[in-house]
Structure formats: structure tokens, C-alpha cells
């Protein structure tokens, strides 16, 4: 007895499901194409063959074999192989160590070099620091002596005035020859 409404369409579903596999198969072959091939693998009369096979060595017959047809000498040429083999690495390594001295040579001659770059770098700040400083106090000059003119005084006659605009539209000249036209930048 079924429950409700979504039970029994899902039963329906599924029944008809299993009636379209059942056609299906129908159509599926029930032998393979390739029964006429056999493997020998799968005959119970296939025997399979254990073979020794002697890696590095072997049996005193393989020896003596071996000495009889000069095995030595291969032995010899081998050892004389390695040798040479052996002269040729020692020599890299020879190498190897004298570029290592070498880089760390270069290595302090660096650390010199960035040392002193270092002490430049503070010797310079020093010297900024102080032309600030007089570019300061220049400005405080100017600013002190130009307020006592405005004032009306405080400033020695007997010196040259400061002409702060000495430039005309003339092109730059001025009448009086013991004046000096002086450009003055600050940064």
C-alpha cells in the first residue's frame, strides 16, 4: 500500500526505467567479436619459463672464464679510468676552493667599499645640515636689516645701503657704478 502521491510516481518511475534496460539489453550482444583469438596465457598446458639472470658477478665458471679472456686487463682499465677520473675531480675542487678565496676577497673589498660609501653619505648630511643653517641665518639678516630700514634707521649711513631691487626696466643696468647687480637663489 503506498503512502502518498510522490511514492507511487516514483515507483512508476522506476519500473518503467527497468522495462527500457530489459529492451536494451536485448540489443546487446551476448558473445564478443574476439572469440576466435586465443590467448596462450589462459591454456592450462602454458608452462612459464624461470630464466637466471646473473647482474655483477656470477659463478666461479663465469670467473675463470673471465681471466682466461683477460678479464684483468678490463679491470686494469677500468682502475686507470677512475683514476683519471678521480685526478680530474680533485683538480675541479682545486678550482673550486681558489674562486671561493677569491669571492670572499671580493667579498670584504665590498664591505670596505660600503663602509666608506656609508661615511661619505654622513659626512654629506653634515654638510647640508649646516649650509641650511647659514641659508637660516642669511634669511634672518635679510629679513632684520630690511626691517630696520622700514623702520627708519638702526642701519649704519656711513656703509652702502642694501638695494633690494637694483634691476630696472632698462635692461638690468643702474646708474650708479658702485652697484652691483647680484642674483641670489635659495633652494
Request: net charge negative; glycine share 4%; no cysteine.
Amino acid at each position: 500500500m503506498l503512502l502518498n502521491d510522490f511514492l507511487y510516481k516514483r515507483s512508476l518511475q522506476k519500473t518503467e526505467q527497468y522495462q527500457r534496460r530489459l529492451k536494451f539489453n536485448a540489443l546487446v550482444p551476448k558473445t564478443s567479436i574476439y572469440t576466435s583469438v586465443e590467448n596462450p596465457f589462459e591454456k592450462e598446458d602454458y608452462i612459464e619459463e624461470i630464466k637466471n639472470v646473473i647482474i655483477k658477478g656470477g659463478t666461479k665458471e663465469m670467473l675463470d672464464d673471465e681471466d682466461e679472456n683477460g678479464g684483468e686487463d678490463e679491470l686494469k682499465e677500468k682502475n686507470k679510468e677512475l683514476e683519471e677520473d678521480n685526478k680530474e675531480l680533485e683538480e675541479d675542487i682545486e678550482e673550486l676552493e681558489e674562486d671561493n678565496k677569491e669571492l670572499e676577497e671580493d667579498n670584504k673589498e665590498l664591505e670596505e667599499d660600503n663602509k666608506e660609501l656609508e661615511e661619505d653619505n654622513k659626512e654629506l648630511e653634515e654638510e647640508e645640515n649646516n649650509n641650511s643653517e647659514t641659508i637660516e641665518k642669511m634669511k634672518r639678516a635679510i629679513v632684520y636689516v630690511s626691517e630696520k630700514k622700514a623702520e627708519g634707521g638702526g642701519v649704519n649711513q656711513s656703509k652702502k645701503d642694501i638695494v633690494f631691487d637694483n634691476l630696472s626696466k632698462e635692461g638690468g643696468t643702474n646708474r650708479d657704478e658702485n652697484t652691483k647687480n647680484v642674483v641670489v637663489s635659495f633652494f
